[in-house]
């Protein structure tokens, strides 16, 4: 059974920082696409960031780029998205997504954990 855990969201002021954490098990970790998709209050899921499986291939929504780092460690079957310079409209809840698409963009059938609040706001 695929289980994606997150974890790490929190309130935050604007241009703070925060780390995200998604311990996945169930599968072959390894060899998993995976991506970070939010949803801000009132609007539809969006996709935020990809990755491929060795890491090399790394994908950013324009909002986010310069600002957001993802990134994984396999051998922790461990996903995580660095968030530097956080603004309002970053508010969602942020959701660990497996896909076996390429890894950038949202797909309603792709497996996500239950997601971790990101709240920024002065």
């Known amino acids: 059974q695929v289980q994606l855990v997150e974890s790490g969201g929190g309130f935050v002021q604007p241009g703070r920082s925060l780390r995200l954490s998604c311990v996945s098990s169930?599968?072959?970790?390894?060899?998993?696409?995976m991506y970070w998709a939010r949803q801000a209050p009132g609007k539809d899921l969006e996709w935020v960031s990809g990755?491929?499986?060795?890491?090399?291939?790394?994908f950013y929504e324009d909002s986010v780029k310069g600002r957001f780092t993802i990134s994984r460690d396999n051998a922790k079957n461990t996903l995580y998205l660095q968030m530097n310079r956080l603004k309002s409209e970053d508010t969602a809840v942020y959701y660990c997504?497996?896909?076996?698409?390429?890894?950038?963009?949202?797909?309603?059938?792709?497996?996500r954990g239950q997601g971790t609040q990101v709240i920024v706001s002065s």
């Open positions: 997504v497996k896909t076996v698409r390429w890894p950038t963009r949202f797909y309603d059938d792709d497996i």
């Open positions: 169930g599968f072959n970790f390894g060899t998993a696409y």
């Open positions: 990755i491929t499986t060795t890491g090399t291939g790394v």
